[in-house]
């Protein structure tokens, strides 16, 4: 078991591989993707592939296992507050986010400290915001968690313009638990590798993240 769950790890550099046809769509101005694929339907683990375009050519750098949401991939505009699903299409990443003061990222970086929380009371006007200080609201979850689950993520721009109340909320890329835990609608990966992915964002490439 330890075995296959190493190589289901293993980050892929420079590899030949036929880019996706979710990439041919993309506006000509992005050079990094993230695509994430679940395993089958209704599934908590998926596959996650990161893409960069040099001319016209895609090219996969990573290709990892991932988590998702425990009810798995929810259907185009079917995303809803507390279903326990991974909103999919086509979001761009960013900022990134943690513990440290800053970390090695080319996005741009926000430190999560003790009072800066998350908003995902739908009846709150910061619904879907990220609130320093105490939330005018009932629900919210805090950045600085105690466990690691958020020492390292990325927040990917899900339901931000317009915010659609109840529609979904506070959805990241960030450490996972275990390789076989899944997340309330996020998108997690083994810390390793989210540092690598961390390193390799940029955002002057205008990075989205394809989730389908």
Not at 23 to 38: K, N, R, T, Y
Not at 70 to 98: C, H, I, M, Q, V
Not at 140 to 153: A, P, Q, S, T, V
């Amino acid at each position: 078991m330890k075995i296959i769950l190493v190589l289901s790890l293993l980050a892929l550099s420079g590899c030949s591989t036929i880019a996706p046809q979710a990439l041919q769509g993309l506006d000509g101005s992005i050079s990094q993707a993230i695509l994430v694929h679940p395993i089958k339907q209704n599934y908590n683990q998926a596959q996650l592939s990161a893409w960069q375009k040099e001319g016209n050519k895609w090219h996969r750098l990573y290709f990892v296992s991932a988590v998702i949401g425990r009810n798995g991939l929810a259907s185009a505009g079917g995303k809803k507050e507390g279903d326990g699903k991974t909103p999919s299409g086509t979001y761009p990443l960013g900022p990134a986010f943690g513990y440290a003061s800053s970390i090695d990222t080319g996005l741009s970086y926000r430190q999560a400290t003790d009072i800066d929380f998350w908003v995902d009371d739908a009846r709150s006007m910061q619904y879907n915001h990220w609130v320093h200080g105490t939330p005018a609201a009932s629900s919210f979850e805090k950045m600085k968690r105690c466990d690691n689950l958020y020492e390292y993520g990325i927040v990917i721009g899900y339901n931000t313009n317009p915010i659609i109340p109840g529609a979904g909320s506070a959805i990241f890329m960030h450490v996972w638990r275990r390789y076989n835990s899944s997340t309330a609608g996020c998108v997690a990966i083994n810390e390793r590798y989210l540092r690598k992915i961390l390193h390799w964002l940029d955002q002057r490439y205008q990075p989205v993240i394809i989730l389908e």
